[in-house]
């Protein structure tokens, strides 16, 4: 079956850096994407990676290694506004988006 | 720009009986898609429809029926509602037909309570 892992909830202090892991095991891979979701709010697109390394994007950085199913977000100098939930989700080789359960981000002064 | 709007924000409904969830874009995006968001759960494709007047049935179709008459307007029914279908529904829209670089873009939910 397709299966998307993150952990389910993470702290970080403000100011500090986070990263967020993410690994899939899908039928086939067409890239892979990172929104952020509010609470109580739809996602927002963030990221996406179809090759191997690093995309950088001010704050955040996502990463993907395809040969190790793994990609990670990284988010820098944490903000209380950045106090969300992180999706995961691969495109597998029907072009469908796979949906990892999220992972719910607690940021503390 | 609007986006995606939904409608309505929250209902509760009785089991039994029917509703339509609408969902309506102005981006002219070509593919439109219904997803169920439940607790410790990613979020789960009910129907898809990759361009007008096609559907597609998702991961989690049954229970539910979608129709695409036209671009923009995607709406959700539930012919006869169940306790299960209690969850937060989320339309969202793409620019192509599914490619991999295809980001979707969400309306704002219907959180859905059936008693």
Known sequence: GQNIDQPTEMTATEGAIVQINCTYQT???NGLFWYQQHAGEAPTFLSYNVLDGLEEKGRFSSFLSRSKGYSYLLLKELQMKDSASYLCAVTDSNYQLIWGAGTKLIIKP | TAGITQAPTSQILAAGRSMTLRCTQDMRHNAMYWYRQDLGLGLRLIHYSNTAGTTGKGEVPDGYSVSRANT?????????????????????SSEADR???????????TRLTVL
């Open chain 1, 27 to 29: 039928s086939g891979f």
């Open chain 2, 72 to 92: 923009d307007d995607f709406p959700l029914t539930l012919a006869s509602a169940v306790p299960s279908q209690t969850s937060v529904y989320f339309c969202a």
């Open chain 2, 99 to 109: 490619s991999s670089t295809d980001t979707q873009y969400f309306g704002p939910g």
